[in-house]
């Protein structure tokens, strides 16, 4: 098994770009989130999926979508970049509701000039 | 959203040294997990945690789950350079995890 996996692992893009974090997870797990990670902070969840067809808001969800068609796929997308936008992504996953353990991505890392 | 303190903010010991952290909140959370992220990677699951006052090991790494389930400590006994990285805690509310802001622990060896 692959696990979590992210592309791309970096990424510069100018303000005003429009990009899509792709995340994709062969575990069959039901739950996928998204979080971000700046310097010195923990991480903070912007959105987050308990199944096909279902997503809802994390706490940090402005200027972010996502969409959620097949059980493996969860990417986001960022439209009209800005600065405070740069940070170091994380997908994760975990089965249900009665399996806790997350299992991460290796990041994508986005800056945005 | 929650917050989670942690404590200390980082950590310089020496190889051989045994390590303690900590985690509050003014929330209760039923489930407190602990991760490891090394530079360049996401973090990894070391110990998870499910009720109040559980003790849990994981070869050196020992968690537990504190009586008011506002607050959760993880120590590593005679630490080596490996366990360099960024610990995490995280206590689960409804569907989501919240995350502390991490205690970075440097090993010198």
């Known amino acids: 098994n692959a696990g979590v996996t992210q592309t791309p692992k970096f990424r510069i893009l100018k303000i005003g770009q429009s990009m899509t974090l792709q995340c994709t997870q062969d575990m069959n797990h039901n739950y996928m989130y998204w979080y971000r990670q700046d310097p010195g902070m923990g991480l903070k969840l912007i959105y987050y999926?308990?199944?096909?067809?279902?997503?809802d808001k994390g706490e940090v969800p402005n200027g972010y979508n996502v969409s959620r068609s097949t059980t493996e796929d969860f990417p986001l997308r960022l439209e009209l970049a800005a600065p405070s936008q740069t940070s170091v992504y994380f997908c994760?996953?975990?089965?249900?509701?009665?399996?806790?353990?997350?299992?991460f991505g290796s990041g994508t890392r986005l800056t945005v000039v | 959203g929650q917050q989670l303190n942690q404590s200390p903010q980082s950590m310089f010991i020496q190889e051989g040294e045994d390590v303690s952290m900590n985690c509050t909140s003014s929330?209760?959370?039923?489930?407190w997990l602990w991760y490891k992220q090394e530079p360049g990677e996401g973090p990894v699951l070391l110990i998870a945690l499910y009720k109040a006052g559980e003790l849990t090991s994981n070869g050196r790494l020992t968690a537990q789950f504190g009586i008011t389930r506002k607050d959760s400590f993880l120590n590593i006994s005679a630490s080596i350079p490996s366990d360099v990285g960024i610990y995490f805690c995280a206590g689960l509310a409804g569907n989501q995890f919240y995350f502390g802001t991490g205690t970075s622990l440097t090993v010198i060896p």
């Open positions: 929330s209760i959370f039923n489930t």
């Open positions: 994760a996953s975990r089965r249900g509701q009665n399996n806790y353990g997350y299992t």
């Open positions: 999926s308990v199944g096909a067809g279902i997503t």
